[in-house]
């Protein structure tokens, strides 16, 4: 009996021991949580102001969207509403990282998961945002500079259209994703603001909302701001492609006389004021050779990428009665490719040689395409007369 007690009272000094290292030890550790959790909300907050303005950046480009007007290239109203539909994109998600790397040290009561998932939420709902609109209006995220890409990058992230009513419902849904992440935030900043759970005292965040309701973000006037979009003349897509120059391999022989600009074998124009050359009476003289090759840039004028445009080079024979014969597989021939651009760039196009005879004449002609939706053909044919000499 006399060891059962003896065993009784030394467990229980041992519980009060344990008891009162644990309370000194909480009591030891509560300054070095407070400071932890106060340290997170320093770090926090520069990130959660970003984010507002990014929010506020976004409602803008979509709320000024319809009214923006179109600029000479390459400053068109689409481009300027995807350069302001990519930087949101860029910028929520570099924010969402942010976020997520302001640990450890870690605070209390779950917080640093909490506000990391508010902000990846946000950077999710941008992406639909954008996509969305992308859709509707027929854009893509424009090539990032500096990263290795072909000019097909743009076109080949365009997503499949969208109708203006399936448009008006995804951003509706879209708002509503961007409603409940600031109804989180408002929920954990609350929490912290009047110190529950916490153990360290009130913890204050700035203020965070980028969807109150009636503003830009918000699920009812994004899902209105479909309509206005789509109506807006400045956005719909504009579709030219033209042959800017063309040069000629081997070098045409330099001209004759300073008045005989046939010795230049080089066409050149613009998106200002395109127009489809014919070839004239005089000849544009190239050295002996076996063979020509065009030497051709196509450019976008318009206001959306165009992919797979195909251009092409036809030579015809064209000697005055009574030339000699021309030798095999050299009376004329013609090759294609396609060509993919987006808008307000220019590409060069990648044509094979064609056969040519010594002493004799041909019309080279290069030709694109027009892409759908292209009105004016202005531009897209080029042609020369070449005399190949002996």
Do not use: F
């Not at 506020?56 to 302001?84: D, K, S, Y």
């Not at 640990?103 to 999710?124: F, K």
């Amino acid at each position: 009996m006399g060891d059962v007690i003896t065993v009784s009272i030394i467990m229980l000094v041992l519980g009060v021991l344990i008891v009162g290292s644990v309370v000194e030890i909480h009591a030891q550790s509560a300054p070095y949580r407070r400071m932890t959790d106060q340290g997170y909300a320093q770090l926090a907050s520069p990130v959660i102001e970003a984010s507002n303005q990014t929010g506020a950046r976004l409602a803008a480009v979509i709320n000024v969207a319809p009214t923006i007007p179109n600029q000479r290239l390459p400053n068109t109203a689409r481009g300027e509403i995807q350069q302001g539909l990519d930087a949101a994109v860029s910028t929520s998600s570099e924010e969402a990282r942010q976020a997520k790397q302001l640990t450890p040290p870690t605070p209390g009561d779950d917080v640093a998961r909490q506000l990391t998932e508010i902000l990846a939420g946000r950077a999710a709902a941008v992406v639909k945002v954008v996509g969305t609109i992308d859709q509707l209006l027929g854009m893509a995220p424009l090539p990032i500079a500096g990263a290795p890409s072909t000019t097909s990058t743009s076109s080949a992230n365009s997503a499949a259209p969208i109708t203006l009513v399936q448009a008006s419902q995804q951003l509706a849904a879209e708002g509503t994703q961007i409603e409940r992440a600031d109804r989180a935030y408002a929920a954990l900043a609350a929490r912290l603001h009047h110190g529950k759970n916490t153990g360290s005292g009130p913890i204050r965040l700035p203020a965070s909302v980028w969807a109150p309701a009636g503003a830009p973000l918000s699920s009812a006037q994004l899902g209105d701001s479909a309509a206005p979009l789509n109506a807006a003349v400045a956005l719909v897509p504009y579709h030219q492609m033209v042959i800017t120059a063309v040069g000629l391999t081997p070098p045409a022989v330099p001209a004759a006389t300073p008045n005989d600009a046939a010795g230049s074998g080089i066409i050149g124009i613009s998106c200002d004021a395109p127009s489809s050359t014919v070839a004239g009476p005089t000849p544009t003289r190239l050295p002996p050779t076996s063979s020509v090759t065009p030497l051709v840039s196509v450019t976008n004028c318009g206001t959306v990428d165009e992919a797979n445009v195909t251009v092409t080079e036809t030579l015809v024979l064209a000697d005055p009665a009574g030339a000699g014969p021309t030798a095999v597989g050299a009376s004329g021939s013609s090759a294609r490719t396609k060509v993919t651009t987006v808008s307000g760039q220019s590409q060069s196009v990648n044509l094979p040689a064609l056969k040519v005879a010594k002493g004799h004449n041909y019309t080279l002609t290069v030709t694109l395409t027009p892409p759908t939706g292209q009105a004016d053909p202005a531009g897209t044919s080029q042609q020369y007369l070449l005399q190949i000499v002996s």
